[in-house]
């Protein structure tokens, strides 16, 4: 097996399996964390930074690809000239790559749960708590079917990961302060209309410009109601909920720089 790994500091970082014949992919730097997916022979991988983790095989030393999850070094050997940042040099200071407990208890209200693969409002095949899956058969999730509602929501907070990553690429106002509720409101509304959508919207450059926040949300969340040029009901029931959650107050700070706290899921 050979990953080719094109890391974040835009270098190239070639990573071979030694003797593992489907390299896992786990929620944390754990030998018992949940396994979110599994790289096969001639996968391509990003790999995003490296972490010290539980040994395994004598080694602490895990790995985490831009999917958001953790391979161990045991299975893999890492080649080239390229410099492996760590985690946390990647992590601070940066927004919250996670969103707090009520967005996301948010978002799995209005995804609803899936078990098996089943196609949605778009006709495309989903599981877990709103992951579009890559294919027919969701082959990419490498748990056996039916999901638990456990597994669906490490495989949110997954797929969570690469949308705030998305969304702290196209907010650039370095001025702009947004607490968790601001941030995780964003994340459902950016998770429910996809991060291309979401990144060239007026919402985003109207934040980008310094206005007000709160009237930006006001006036353009509500817009996001339409599907194929109908006005859906769940959608409006959604951008509302988001809307109140975006105008709840916190203490806990997500952009620019994350205030991590318990809280944070």
Same mark, same amino acid.
């Given at each position: 097996?050979?990953?080719?790994? $094109?890391? $974040?500091?835009?270098?190239?970082?070639?990573?071979?399996?030694?003797?593992?014949?489907?390299?896992?992919?786990?929620?944390?730097?754990?030998?018992?964390?949940?396994?979110?997916? *599994?790289?096969? %022979?001639?996968?391509?991988? %990003?790999? *995003?930074?490296?972490?010290?983790?539980?040994?395994?095989?004598?080694?602490?030393?895990?790995?985490?690809?831009?999917?958001?999850?953790?391979?161990?070094?045991?299975?893999? *050997?890492?080649?080239?000239? *390229?410099?492996?940042?760590?985690?946390?040099?990647?992590?601070?200071?940066?927004?919250?790559?996670?969103?707090?407990?009520?967005?996301?208890? $948010?978002?799995?209200?209005?995804?609803?749960? !899936?078990?098996?693969?089943?196609? %949605?409002?778009?006709?495309?095949?989903?599981?877990?708590?709103?992951?579009?899956?890559?294919?027919?058969?969701?082959?990419?999730?490498?748990?056996?079917?039916?999901?638990?509602?456990?597994?669906?929501?490490?495989?949110?907070?997954?797929?969570?990961?690469?949308?705030?990553?998305?969304?702290?690429?196209?907010?650039?106002?370095?001025?702009?302060?947004?607490?968790?509720?601001?941030?995780?409101?964003?994340?459902?509304?950016?998770?429910?209309?996809?991060?291309?959508?979401?990144?060239?919207?007026? $919402?985003?450059?109207?934040?980008?410009?310094?206005?007000?926040?709160?009237?930006?949300?006001?006036?353009?969340?509500?817009?996001?109601?339409?599907?194929?040029?109908?006005?859906?009901?769940?959608?409006?029931?959604?951008?509302?909920?988001?809307?109140?959650?975006?105008?709840?107050?916190?203490?806990? !700070?997500?952009?620019?720089?994350?205030?991590?706290?318990?809280?944070?899921?």
């Amino acid at each position: 097996m050979r990953l080719v790994g $094109l890391a $974040l500091f835009a270098a190239v970082v070639r990573a071979a399996a030694t003797d593992s014949p489907r390299l896992k992919c786990r929620s944390a730097p754990n030998g018992n964390a949940l396994v979110l997916r *599994a790289y096969g %022979d001639r996968d391509v991988v %990003d790999i *995003a930074c490296q972490a010290q983790g539980a040994a395994v095989g004598g080694s602490t030393l895990w790995h985490r690809t831009q999917d958001g999850c953790y391979v161990t070094s045991r299975f893999v *050997a890492i080649g080239g000239n *390229a410099t492996e940042p760590t985690c946390a040099s990647l992590d601070s200071p940066r927004p919250c790559a996670a969103v707090a407990t009520p967005a996301l208890q $948010l978002i799995e209200r209005y995804e609803g749960f !899936v078990a098996r693969p089943r196609p %949605d409002i778009t006709g495309l095949p989903t599981i877990g708590y709103g992951h579009r899956c890559a294919s027919l058969d969701c082959a990419e999730v490498p748990v056996a079917f039916p999901l638990s509602r456990g597994q669906a929501h490490e495989l949110l907070r997954m797929d969570l990961r690469n949308v705030t990553a998305c969304l702290a690429q196209a907010v650039t106002n370095a001025s702009l302060a947004l607490n968790a509720n601001q941030w995780g409101a964003l994340a459902s509304w950016a998770f429910n209309v996809g991060c291309e959508m979401a990144g060239g919207s007026q $919402l985003v450059a109207r934040l980008n410009r310094g206005e007000d926040p709160g009237a930006v949300a006001a006036h353009e969340l509500p817009r996001w109601r339409i599907f194929h040029g109908k006005r859906v009901p769940e959608l409006v029931s959604r951008r509302a909920d988001e809307l109140y959650l975006f105008q709840t107050a916190s203490d806990l !700070v997500a952009y620019p720089q994350c205030n991590s706290a318990p809280e944070m899921t």
